[in-house]
């Protein structure tokens, strides 16, 4: 989520992925800013790689059709040979993202849940419209792709519980505290829900192993964070420090004492640098 990066930036990070020891590329979803579009990001990467999954990270779904976003799924599943097997939706907290394409923002919770229904009867090839058809193409995995929320509080949590798959817990600088926090809220929100499979632990966190990296991490995290104000984007940009090896390290084994079933490292910069010293660092840690 940088300003200038190119077609070949994107086509070499994609393939060095893909090379690499990692499991999925992921992209997240943005209006306001530099970002290029989710979706056609993520086709991108899905027509240029073999190997990953391909997960959005998320759908900021109740800015959207529901049924567009289950079609557009559909497709990027197709494309990439079965590899979305995941896909994170959330009910963002950026107003101004919402007022930009004319969705309203007020009653984003109940529409969420509303929406979540109707990608899993278009996932199903069950009739939207009465006596119109199915809404195609039908996924490669049987009912779609499983849904992970990206919440936060407890409230939107036990929300989520009721039909979400996992939770996208993010934490800025891999703190263990507060990721183990979010996955034991959602584990007592899906018993409490009746749920009795248990939800699936994702995790996420900013990373850097380009030169000057503590510096560009801060800018990084400023300027993703300046649409909240300078005062928030201050203090969060202030809050990260995983630029070293040993940092990162850290944050890996804080991410899996906490009971993450995977990680996504999020970098602060597009250096293919990143991805070539992340590989000898996860070679180094072991897995």
Known sequence: MKAGLTREDYMNWFRRVDE?????VSCGERVHGPTYDMRILLAAAAACTERVKITPTLYVLPMHSAVQVAKEVATLDIMSGGRVTQVCVGYGGREQDYAAVEAPFKGRYGRMD???ATLRKVWAQQEIIPGAGVIGPPPVTPG???LLAGALGPKSIARCAEWADGLYAWSGDGNRAELERAFSTADEAWAAAGRVQPPYHLGGFWCTLADNGQQRLYDYVYEYL???????AKMMAESVSRSSPDRILE????????GCEEVF???ATADLAEIDRLSDLLARRGH
């Open 226 to 232: 300046a649409i909240a104000g300078p005062e928030v």
């Open 251 to 258: 944050a890996l084994d804080n991410a899996e004492a906490a």
């Open 144 to 146: 779609g792709p499983a």
């Open 20 to 24: 690499g020891p990692f499991h999925s």
């Open 265 to 267: 490292l999020v970098p």
């Open 114 to 116: 509303q929406q979540v």
